[in-house]
Structures are given as C-alpha cells and as structure tokens.
C-alpha cells in the first residue's frame, strides 16, 4: 500500500514486505532507487523540485523517522514501523550472502567504508563484497570512479554522502552504472563501523533516537530546527485526527 504524505508516495510496509520488494527489484536486474524519506527531505521537497523530483522518481520509499509515521498518521494513513537507512542497509547485508549479491559501499570519511566493510564481513562471511570508496572525491575523479563501480557489477549499491546529496549522485548515475539497486544511507557507515555509536535499542524503541542524536551532536540542532516547521505544515494540511 502507498501512503500519499506532502505530495510523496510513502510505501506503507513493514521490515520483511520491504525487504521482499528490494529484493526483487535487485533480482530484475535492473537499475532502481531506493529512498528512506525523513521529514527534512520531504520538507524540502516542498520548496524545491528537483527534490521533489527525486522522490517521484524512486522505486520505493521507506518511511525512515518517526515524525515520518507521525505525519502518515495523522493524514490518516498509518504506516506499520520506520524503516531507517541503517535497519534497511543491515537486514538487505544478512540477505545478500544466501543470494550472491554484490556490495559496494561508497561514502563516508577515508577508511570508514573499509571499516564498515571488514565488520559486515565478520558477522556475514560468505558477503560478496564487490568494493568500497570513501564520500570525499573531487568533480575530476567521479567519472573514474563511476567507470569502476559499473565493471564491478554491483547488485547493491549502498550510498552514504548524507540527504539529499546521496540521492543527487544516485540520480545522476545509476542509469550508467546499470544493473545497481542503489540507497542512499546517510551516516549509516559510521554507525556500522564503530566510529559513532547508535542509540540503545530502547531509546530507538520509545522513538527518541532523534533526541539522542541530537544529544550527541548537538551541530545538528540547525537540521532538526525545521521539525516544528514540517509539523505546522503537515497540521496544516491534514487537521489534528488521530487514526
Ligand atoms: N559524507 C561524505 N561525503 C560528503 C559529505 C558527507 O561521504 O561530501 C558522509 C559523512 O562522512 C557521513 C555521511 O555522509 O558519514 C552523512 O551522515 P549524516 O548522519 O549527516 O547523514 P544523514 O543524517 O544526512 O542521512
């Protein structure tokens, strides 16, 4: 089922109908994007198209934060869980090995993709690891880098350069790289490797991993500064009923 929040098709499933669905479209062999959709992204979806765009042209988004759920909700349309770049990139690495996927990895500071890497192995170790490359190339290396990532042949392409910027560079090179399911990730290579710690899984539970991101990095304060905003125009749009 999609939910239709602000203009964007949210697919309303849970962790294992998501997982199904990619991986099908990883096995059509066919190039395809995968967005997990935040509040900021749709959000600034509404100001300016080419984000806009982004998301209409993706194969399927994943409602990834809780105010996401929040504003399906609210519109009357409740989703069953949010799916996060993070749970998504791990759950589709355990299914990987039993289908012979290749992965890539691209994003990150130097060696956090490496590191990544090395700890999905270590849990998953029949993974097929096609390649990984830090987030920090300049405009003259990209086409190398593209180049490179196409004869690799990856079935996953996992793309963590942060919102909306991972989802640009999809956008602008999957066709060319052909046969990729690409998602962007955001900081999920950090987490994976070790370098930033994720919050407990109770904190996640009780839906405040936002607060303690926000705890821990308090620079993102300027980002999570457009929530009350994303909420005045969700209210706005769909009146206070609860589903
Ligand atoms: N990053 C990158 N290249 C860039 C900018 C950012 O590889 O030019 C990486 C950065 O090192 C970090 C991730 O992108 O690992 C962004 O993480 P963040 O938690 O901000 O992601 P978001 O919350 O936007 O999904």
Request: net charge positive; aromatic share 8%.
């Amino acid at each position: 089922m999609k939910v239709s929040l602000l203009g964007v098709e949210i697919d309303a499933l849970g962790m294992e109908e998501t997982v199904e669905r990619v991986a099908g479209l990883i096995n059509s062999g066919r190039p395809h994007r995968i967005l997990t959709i935040n509040p900021e992204f749709l959000y600034q979806a509404q100001f300016e198209e080419r984000i806009m765009k982004l998301a209409q042209k993706a194969d399927l988004i994943t409602p990834d934060g809780i105010g996401i759920v929040w504003a399906c909700r609210l519109a009357g349309f409740p989703v069953k869980e949010r799916i996060t770049g993070t749970d998504l990139m791990l759950r589709l690495v355990e299914r990987a090995s039993p289908e012979g996927w290749r992965v890539y990895l691209l994003g990150g500071a130097p060696g956090v993709a490496e590191e990544a890497a090395k700890k999905l192995q270590l849990q998953y170790p029949g993974l097929n690891l096609a390649g990984t490359h830090h987030g920090y190339f300049k405009d003259n290396e990209e086409e190398l880098l593209v180049k490179k990532i196409k004869e690799l042949k990856p079935h996953l392409l996992f793309v963590a350069l942060g919102a909306p910027k991972q989802e640009l560079w999809i956008d602008q090179h999957i066709q060319e790289i052909g046969t990729a399911t690409a998602i962007g990730v955001g900081g999920s290579f950090d987490v994976v490797s070790g370098r930033v710690e994720r919050a407990p899984r109770w904190v996640r539970r009780i839906n405040l991993e936002w607060l303690y991101r926000l705890l821990k990095e308090p620079s993102r304060l300027r980002r999570q500064a457009i929530l009350p905003l994303f909420a005045w125009l969700v209210i706005r749009k769909y009146g206070l009923r609860i589903s």
